[in-house]
């Protein structure tokens, strides 16, 4: 059996000493060259740290806890990738969970008091006061992915949606879509309220906004269609996440709708599934990766320094246009209108 390489030999390798190598490994330390070479060490001998030795020296568990509302949502595997990363490379372990609905969220980030990780990478649907507080008391560091009252005193990361949402209603006013809808989730999320509102700031207050069940492609598909079905059906769509606006999509290819001649869409995320579907999404970029990688160097940093100020980060947004709203610069045709639309109104 191979011997396994020891912290002396990846300290030798780096050209450090051992205890610069060890808080290295363990994200003691800020020095970025000395992590870097210690990492590269590391991965160059195969070095596999004693879990056990390290969480008894350490008094710690080693793992951390990345807790979403949904697991398979696209966006939050982009988040949760580079939440690895970072926190894989400084000696820690991820967990991940669902929060489930708002009580449940307040029981996840109560259950930290159990001792089953070290702290905690949140991204709630909502937020309520009951969360605030159990955030507040939990005994280990929490890092929001979202907005908190800024009394709760926690480090938080959260992206520039209304200044994505005005990108994008500049966007497709470019293009000249003059009937834009927004398709959001449920109002009463953080994410409905802030793209909802952002919405009604650039469009204004008459554009029409619907809500679906949740942010799911299905979800977006029910109301999509009818909203899509409508006498007044709009030009353009402008959905509250890429799912949502896959929903949409769906919806107008039932309906016979040339996209983006006939109907505009365009999606907040801009995940790779968005990349993939057919016609590619126009979609908000909101940063997820960046928002994933601050949000766990946050993190480390409140471990190692649990009374430093509370830093509340916004990622900015950019717009990346494809197919799905790329009419080459032409306008979209005024009496562009749903083939059923038209045989009714040429009987007329």
């Given amino acids: 059996m ?16 051992i205890a610069s190598a060890s808080r ?6 800020s020095a970025t060259a000395t992590v870097e070479a210690v990492r590269a060490a590391a991965r160059e001998l195969g070095y596999i740290p004693d879990a056990t030795a390290r969480s008894l020296k350490l008094g710690r568990t080693l793992q951390l806890a990345y807790a979403v509302a949904d697991i398979g949502n696209p966006v ?14 400084a000696g820690y372990r991820l967990l991940v969970t669902n ?36 955030v507040a008391q939990s005994p280990v560091p929490v890092v929001v992915l979202g907005r908190m009252p ?13 200044g994505g949402i005005a990108l994008a209603v500049a966007h497709l006013h470019a293009i000249g879509a003059r009937r834009i809808a927004f398709v959001n989730g449920p109002a009463d999320t953080i994410p409905g309220r802030v793209r909802g509102g952002a919405f009604v700031a650039a469009a204004g207050p008459d554009a029409p906004v619907v809500s679906a069940a949740d942010f799911t492609a299905a979800a977006g598909h029910a109301v999509a269609h009818a909203l899509l079905s409508g006498p007044d059906r709009p030009d353009a769509v402008l959905a509250a996440n890429d799912l ?26 801009d995940t790779e599934l968005g990349k993939l579907f057919r016609p590619a999404l126009t979609s908000v970029d909101l940063g997820a990766s960046e928002r994933g990688r601050r949000a766990a160097e946050l993190l480390l940093e409140r471990l190692n320094d649990p009374h430093k100020k509370p830093q509340q980060v916004v990622v900015p ?3 990346s246009v494809r197919r799905s709203s790329d009419v080459k610069g032409e306008p979209m045709a005024d009496d562009a209108r749903a083939p059923h639309q038209q045989d009714q109104e040429g009987e007329r």
């Fill in 24 to 29: 290295a490994l363990n994200g003691l330390t």
């Fill in 76 to 89: 939050y595997v982009e988040m949760m990738a580079a939440i690895q990363e970072v926190v894989s490379g």
């Fill in 99 to 134: 929060t489930g609905d708002a009580a449940g969220t307040v029981d996840l980030v109560t259950s930290l008091q159990r001792g089953y990780a070290d702290g905690m990478v949140l991204s709630p649907l909502r937020v309520t006061d009951e969360l605030v507080a159990a």
């Fill in 317 to 319: 947004a950019a717009l």
């Fill in 150 to 162: 800024e009394s709760a005193g926690v480090d938080t990361v959260a992206p520039d949606s209304a």
């Fill in 244 to 269: 949502l606006a896959i929903g949409v999509l769906h919806a107008a290819d039932q309906l016979g709708l040339s996209t983006p001649d006939q109907l505009a869409v365009v999606g907040v995320d």
């Fill in 2 to 17: 191979a011997q396994r390489a020891t912290i002396t030999q990846v300290a030798q390798r780096a050209g450090v000493s």
